[in-house]
């Protein structure tokens, strides 16, 4: 991070509490420090943020524009607001797109009661999705001895990309496609399993907010994330 | 090349042209080109060579003279620059008629009245040199005034006063969201960084939409003269220019200017004999319209996939490679040499209070005379569609003009009076956009061109950010079934509902103003949609409603 930014301390207020923080902080780390909670979805501890999935929306006192606290950095004296009626609404229609999107049936997934799409929809107290389903006929791709790709509970938070780019060096995972066609591939669009790029390290597995991506062998709501990833990225910083 | 070199090269390039007596300057932009002009100025040489008058006629390639409905255009003009006569549907066979007529009694059946408002109303800046110069040759741009701007600059200004000059002019960004430039400009030369950027954007994608186009294939020498200036200013020494691939000759004259520019030492190491150096490099873009975004934009150059990031940082922070960008758009380059030779007070005394200067319009769809036209900012839409355009064709009726292409709206016959600038356009809910009008009479449907600016946003969008690669899809599915005549209220509701969400939380400008088109015609057009939705009709007669038992099933 810019170190000038680094050295300078500022002050604002979250949802009216007063903080303290870094130059380089952003809205979402300083807020999470001071207790407040901003619900996310693309944003995974110790990789880069892309501000993809729009549900960290804040707004800031005297801008008409929202910002996504996962990549906005605090700055003196702003005032921000974290859960107002309107963000709430927008969050829940952003579920809601995001459901009705591709293929996200609990019952049989293997993420059940461990997927973090679910606990966000239980959290912001989404109990039905007014939009139609799309019911896209997407791909499973399970070449790969322990893995499994199912493109139909992804929802293109590029976690794994990042992950295996900035955590594993490998850069396997990718995105494919504009819009609504969008895809995550392995290498160029080639069968998991006959990647060569590939470490089968499990990184991806681990940080997949759904069941996107998830390990042979489970069944029905056996598939458990660990974290390590944020340790990693923390050690790494440590020897730079 | 040192000052003396550059007078050196006008004179011999004037005295060249004394011998002439006549020149026959054949537009060789996109436009006529398409309905032939490559054949046209073939015959014409061949004509003027049999007939042995290759001493005194010198027939030439030109840029875009503005017309593109009656193309291929042909221009006549004696040894002092000045006007004979224009010609339009100049075809291969009509060449022998057309020489014979230089400094003779014109061709009556060929005649291009060039009295008409199309051609008399407009104030031409940035198009100052198209339909005049030769775009492949660098010393005709060099004796039209060309890189005078940019030599002064070096000599005489320092470049805050640059800057200062730029700021004075009042010039707003021509890309669309008209940003200030001078502010812009000032940003990028303020950051520390030893290594800073100029990129031309000239991704022009809205559909259509031909002033970009129209520039690079006329005068491209004139983008390569307002970018050394940028960078002259801002303290870059590398510029970029990011241009689309379906635009191949754009791409390939301006490739012929860099490579000229160089030779003769106006780009390059050492700039007319200063310090200043300064490489221009052509990127081009795989087709995609979100790179006309600028982060997007920035990432393509890099060699990364095209989608955006969050802003702030902005480019002018932290841009390509990290470094300090200073990212505008060709028309906003074009216009940068006229203001430091004339002076940024002129251009501000030219256009309205808070828009300067004058604004390239492609009229297109169904208006009488579609092609390019460049006037002054202020002027009454209802003067650029009826007098400019010569109104709708066929005796139809008026029914909206879609300026801003698909992140724009559609503005109604009540707003024909409006002055046509950045503010008043926003004010009505469109934008001012690049430039691009698409004039629609009472044949079209206004709901079919919701959905066809929304089908365009859906195929265009990243796919990065949720609401916008998902609310995309949705509204579109939603237009389909108004369009069908299937759709319920509850679903005219969510389309509401979704506009709004796109437009408060997408993250780049595609997501944000893609609801545009829908909301102005949902606002103008209303009973359009009342129509499909409760009478099960299509007003126009365009959409092909579902029979009720249809419906049923």
Redesign the interface.
């Given at each position: 991070m810019n170190s000038t930014l680094a050295s300078q301390i500022v002050t604002l207020k979250i949802d009216g509490k007063d903080c303290g923080a870094r130059g380089d902080e952003t809205i979402l780390s300083v807020a999470r420090e001071n207790g407040i909670d901003i619900p996310t979805l693309c944003h995974y501890d110790g990789l880069t943020d892309?501000?993809?999935?729009?549900i960290c929306?804040v707004e800031v006192k005297g801008s008409p524009k929202?910002?996504?606290a996962c990549?906005?950095?605090v700055t003196e004296g702003m005032e921000v607001s974290t859960n107002s009626p309107r963000l709430q609404r927008?969050r829940k229609?952003?579920l809601e797109?995001?459901f009705?999107?591709r293929n996200h049936v609990c019952a049989v997934c293997v993420s059940n009661g461990h997927c973090e799409l679910q606990a966000m929809a239980m959290k912001l107290g989404l109990t039905h999705v007014?939009?139609?389903y799309?019911y896209p006929n997407l791909k499973v791709d399970a070449t790969h001895t322990r893995y499994v790709q199912d493109d139909n509970r992804c929802?293109?938070c590029?976690r794994c990309v990042r992950v295996c780019a900035e955590i594993e060096g490998a850069h396997v995972w990718?995105?494919m496609?504009?819009?609504?066609?969008?895809r995550a591939i392995t290498d160029l669009n080639e069968p998991w399993g006959a990647s060569t790029s590939c470490t089968s390290c499990g990184k991806c597995v681990h940080v997949c907010p759904t069941a996107a991506i998830f390990e042979k062998g489970k069944s029905a709501g056996e598939m458990v994330k660990r974290s390590f990833v944020s340790e990693l990225a923390a050690k790494r910083e440590v020897y730079e | 090349m040192t000052a003396e070199e550059l007078n050196e090269l006008i004179e011999q390039e004037v005295e060249a042209n004394k011998l002439f007596v006549h020149s026959i300057n054949v537009c060789v932009a996109a436009g006529c080109l398409s309905s032939h002009a490559d054949q046209t100025l073939d015959a014409l040489k061949k004509e003027v060579k049999a007939k042995g008058l290759d001493k005194e006629i010198k027939v030439k390639g030109v840029g875009c003279m503005g017309l593109c409905a009656a193309g291929p255009l042909v221009e006549i003009r004696d040894a002092s620059n000045a006007a004979q006569v224009m010609y339009q549907g100049v075809q291969g066979e009509h060449a022998e008629q057309v020489v014979a007529s230089a400094g003779k009694q014109s061709v009556q059946s060929l005649v291009c009245d060039t009295s008409i408002p199309f051609f008399a109303k407009q104030v031409k800046i940035v198009l100052e040199n198209c339909g005049l110069i030769d775009p492949e040759r660098i010393e005709e741009y060099i004796v039209a005034e060309g890189y005078r701007a940019l030599q002064k600059c070096l000599q005489e200004l320092a470049p805050t006063k640059v800057v200062e000059e730029v700021t004075k002019s009042g010039l707003r960004g021509r890309g669309g969201a008209g940003f200030p430039t001078g502010l812009k400009w000032a940003t990028v030369a303020k950051a520390q960084n030893k290594q800073k950027y100029v990129i031309c954007n000239a991704d022009e994608g809205d559909p259509g939409a031909f002033m970009d186009r129209s520039v690079l294939e006329s005068d491209p020498h004139r983008v390569l003269e307002g970018m050394a200036i940028a960078a002259y200013a801002t303290g870059a020494n590398r510029g970029y220019i990011y241009c689309r691939a379906e635009y191949p000759l754009a791409v390939k004259r301006l490739k012929n200017a860099i490579k000229q520019a160089e030779r003769v030492g106006i780009l390059g190491q050492g700039i007319m004999g200063t310090t200043f150096n300064f490489t221009v490099e052509v990127r081009l873009g795989a087709g995609?319209f979100?790179c006309g975004e600028e982060t997007a934009l920035i990432h393509s150059i890099e060699g990364k996939?095209g989608t955006p990031?969050?802003r702030?940082p902005f480019p002018a922070q932290s841009g390509l490679w990290g470094c300090p960008t200073l990212i505008n758009n060709v028309e906003t380059f074009a216009n940068i040499p006229p203001i430091l030779r004339k002076g940024g007070a002129w251009f501000a005394s030219i256009g309205t209070e808070k828009s300067k200067g004058t604004k390239v319009f492609a009229l297109a769809g169904r208006v009488s005379n579609t092609g390019l036209v460049e006037v002054p900012m202020g002027m009454k839409l209802r003067e650029i569609v009826f007098s400019l355009g010569g109104g709708i064709p066929d005796g139809k009726k008026f029914k909206a003009v879609q300026t801003g292409g698909p992140s724009g709206g559609c503005i109604p016959e009540q707003f024909l009076d409006m002055e046509v600038d950045y503010d008043s356009i926003a004010k009505v809910g469109s934008i001012m956009g690049s430039g691009g009008m698409i004039i629609m009479d009472e044949t079209s449907c206004m709901v079919d061109v919701a959905k066809f600016f929304m089908e365009f946003c859906?195929?265009?969008?990243?796919?990065?950010?949720?609401?916008?690669?998902?609310?995309?899809?949705?509204m579109y599915?939603i237009l389909c079934k108004v369009t069908d005549g299937t759709a319920t209220p509850e679903e005219i509701a969510?389309l509401e509902?979704?506009c709004d969400?796109l437009k408060?939380?997408?993250?780049c400008g595609l997501g944000m103003t893609a609801p545009n088109p829908v909301l102005t015609t949902m606002k103008y057009f209303r009973n359009e949609y009342d129509a499909h939705i409760q009478g099960k009709k299509c007003p126009a007669g365009v959409c092909k409603i579902k029979a009720a038992q249809e419906v049923l099933v």
């Open positions: 892309i501000g993809a999935c729009r929306l929202l910002f996504a990549s906005t950095l927008y229609t952003i797109l995001l009705s999107e007014r939009l139609p799309r929802i293109l590029q990718d995105i496609g504009r819009g609504i066609e969008a | 995609a979100v996939r990031r969050p702030p859906k195929s265009e969008s990243c796919g990065k950010c949720v609401p916008c690669r998902v609310g995309t899809s949705q599915d969510m509902e979704l969400l408060s939380t997408s993250l």
